[in-house]
């Protein structure tokens, strides 16, 4: 069964590998704004689904992210450590907005990190010295990395993809370790988390700042793809939205923002046949979603396969197929 | 005999209310202490004063004669005091072995070291051992929440014991486990405590528990320390007697 699981990652990474080359050019930015999102919908799964923080500021992470690696560019920053430092930039910022967190909890913990939500798109907007406002900023450039250009669009894919990669394998291999564990601790228990000698107060700092980071990169590649930002793309409908691949992928499975992205990114494309309808037919198909599956399609799929399990005793636990991501049932 | 923890004139107020009043005692070491009294003596209240999640208002709390009064349950736990809660608290959706691992784990290294360390914490095998030990080995791979009320009871104490504490505080271990189940915790601590040299501080209602496992037993009625004695003395005193049936 774990086999299967491996089986599955492999031929979606193969997958992700070929599909550039049947698409048109708009199909590579779909998939290259999937790849971008992921990125920080894993950051947020890292703060909510795994420790339990609910947090709206992914969102507003992401212009930080775009907004540094823009302005460092312009100022003739190169790209690489443009990247490094919105990484880092979102780190710290992450790190002040746990504070909240450690005194209030749930939909109060919500509102603050709303709040701060709207500050950042306020700052954006008015700051005009620096963000140019409303107006944006156009003209991005696309890296050159090590004399590989990636001004293609499909090259552009590949970049975000490989480090789509890169960050979920170092996202993975963290939640394996004991501090994983710490994670999904805060999430259940934070009382008994404490008396068993966990530093609460510090894991929790580190979830949010983990989780915003990869937030701040996931703008740091969103700014290039676009080529143009401007502060409403990072306002609060980026969070939900955000949010929403989190939950409707399954909180707390590894690969449920891989899911959920997919799906926030295809589907409202998939319905557009329906014209001017084709935002109410997304909302429609998401409410039904949630309706029957509040525990995400890798909640469904787990379920599914412990049903399996319980008609054929003789195959192995269900848990070992999705992995680390397993600790929601 | 030192003591592993001494009490010194703790009081703990809510509003008006005097939930611990001047309460003094100390635990010997290697001595298994029972606190007994009415609900609403301040047993719980107590307990959560010494353990740090709650600040006392006057007082002093010691471990080995080092001052720990304020001091954050994790830093406590880490100087290797522990407890077990009145009410079942393990991590559901954990298995049974990372319940375990988990309630060792902060115990060695640093912050980084056990980012970049091993999955397990270098822990896997000692917690086979208290899975075996507690006789969990069949439910091991099994999420924790899965688990009848009395094996959560029995994780909840292994976890306790995971990191090798020096004291252990036991809220009401007892509480709503059943008979069969209750000589099997009872048995077991008593297997813990000649083995390891532990000191145990137990909260109990269950008087045969009390009196089977205990030592020592101190007697709380209305936040005060009303008697203390070996467990047959106490349970003829008539001061205890009218404060468990008197009102």
Not at chain 1, 179 to 207: C, H, I, K
Not at chain 2, 78 to 96: A, C, E, I, K, N
Not at chain 2, 207 to 228: D, H, K, N, P, Y
């Amino acid at each position: 069964m774990k086999r299967l699981g491996s089986v599955a990652v492999v031929a979606a990474a193969i997958f992700a590998v070929a599909i550039p080359f049947f698409l048109k050019p708009y199909g590579v930015y779909l998939i290259s704004t999937w790849a971008v999102l992921t990125i920080a919908a894993i950051g947020l799964n890292l703060t909510l689904g795994y420790a339990g923080q609910v947090s709206l500021a992914q969102g507003a992470f992401v212009g930080i992210g775009a907004y540094t690696v823009t302005l460092l560019m312009q100022a003739g920053c190169p790209y690489p450590l443009a990247f490094v430092a919105a990484g880092l930039l979102c780190f710290g910022i992450g790190w002040i907005l746990g504070y909240p967190a450690l005194r209030v909890q749930h939909h109060y913990l919500a509102f603050v990190t709303l709040a701060f939500t709207t500050l950042v798109f306020l700052v954006l907007r008015n700051e005009e010295w620096l963000t140019h406002g409303t107006y944006g900023i156009s003209g991005i450039g696309r890296p050159t990395l090590l004399g590989w250009s990636t001004v293609s669009a499909r090259s552009f894919y590949f970049f975000c993809f490989g480090m789509l990669c890169v960050l979920a394998a170092a996202t993975w291999w963290m939640l394996r370790s004991p501090w994983g564990r710490a994670f999904v601790a805060l999430r259940e228990n934070p009382l008994r988390a404490l008396s068993l000698g966990l530093d609460t107060q510090r894991y929790t700092l580190m979830a949010f700042a983990i989780g915003s980071s990869l937030g701040g990169l996931a703008g740091a590649l969103y700014a290039p793809l676009v080529q143009f930002i401007e502060p409403g793309s990072f306002a609060l409908g980026l969070s939900f939205n955000l949010l929403l691949m989190v939950i409707v992928g399954g909180s707390g499975y590894f690969f449920g923002p891989f899911v959920g992205a997919l799906i926030a990114v295809l589907l409202p494309e998939w319905v557009r046949i329906t014209e001017g309808y084709y935002l109410m037919v997304y909302a429609a198909l998401i409410m039904l979603m949630m309706a029957f599956c509040p525990y995400g399609v890798l909640g469904m799929v787990e379920r599914a396969i412990k049903a399996a399990t319980r008609r054929n005793p003789s195959s192995p636990a269900p848990a070992a197929v999705l992995g680390v991501e397993g600790t929601r049932s | 005999m030192s003591a592993v923890l001494e009490v010194v004139n703790l009081s703990k107020r809510f509003g008006g209310i005097t939930a611990v009043d001047d309460v003094s005692f100390d635990v010997r070491e290697g001595e298994i202490l029972g606190i007994i009294g009415p609900n609403g003596s301040g047993k719980s209240t107590l307990f959560n004063c010494v353990l740090g999640q709650l600040t006392p208002n006057d007082g002093e709390v010691r471990v080995d004669g080092k001052a720990t009064t304020g001091m954050r349950p994790c830093d406590l736990n880490r100087l290797g005091v522990s407890r077990t809660f009145q009410l079942l608290q393990v991590f559901p959706q954990l298995s049974v072995r990372d319940n375990l691992i988990l309630a060792g784990q902060e115990h060695q290294g640093t912050m980084s070291s056990r980012l970049f360390g091993r999955a397990d914490a270098g822990l896997g095998e000692a917690a086979d051992q208290m899975i075996e030990f507690f006789r969990l080995s069949h439910l091991s791979g099994e999420q924790a929440g899965a688990l009848s009320y009395g094996q959560q009871k029995l994780l909840d104490a292994a976890m306790a014991f995971m990191a090798g504490p020096r004291l252990v505080l036991l809220d009401e271990p007892a509480g709503g486990v059943n008979l069969t189940m209750l000589g099997h915790l009872r048995e077991r601590l008593q297997a813990y405590h000649s083995e390891r040299q532990a000191t145990f501080v137990v909260i109990e209602h269950q008087m045969e528990f009390v009196m089977a496992l205990c030592t020592r037993v101190l007697v709380l009625a209305e936040g005060r320390v009303i008697a203390e004695g070996a467990p047959q003395d106490i349970r003829r005193d008539p001061v205890v007697i009218e404060a468990y049936l008197g009102h």
